[in-house]
């Protein structure tokens, strides 16, 4: 997941396997685009990062978007 303005917009890349990764942009629980990639987590960044820029553009700075960091599965 990576965060962008302060934490009020999300990338999320679900699935780490070559072909069964999705990237969500959400706005905090509203879900704003899905898009399905062939490649894996690691590859799925760079076009995660595009997304947003098209969805909002903008140059991240530490003040308002965050490093990727990784995400543990929910606690039931």
Not at 21 to 30: A, I, P, S
Not at 52 to 65: D, M, V, Y
């Amino acid at each position: 997941m990576r965060a962008h303005f302060d934490g009020r917009l999300r990338a999320e890349i679900r699935g780490s396997a070559l072909g069964s990764c999705v990237v969500l942009v959400r706005r905090g629980d509203e879900p704003l685009r899905e898009t399905r990639l062939t490649v894996d987590a690691e590859g799925a960044r760079a076009t995660a990062d595009q997304i947003i820029g098209e969805l909002f553009p903008h140059a991240c700075t530490s003040a308002e978007c965050g490093s990727w960091v990784a995400m543990g599965a929910a606690k039931k």
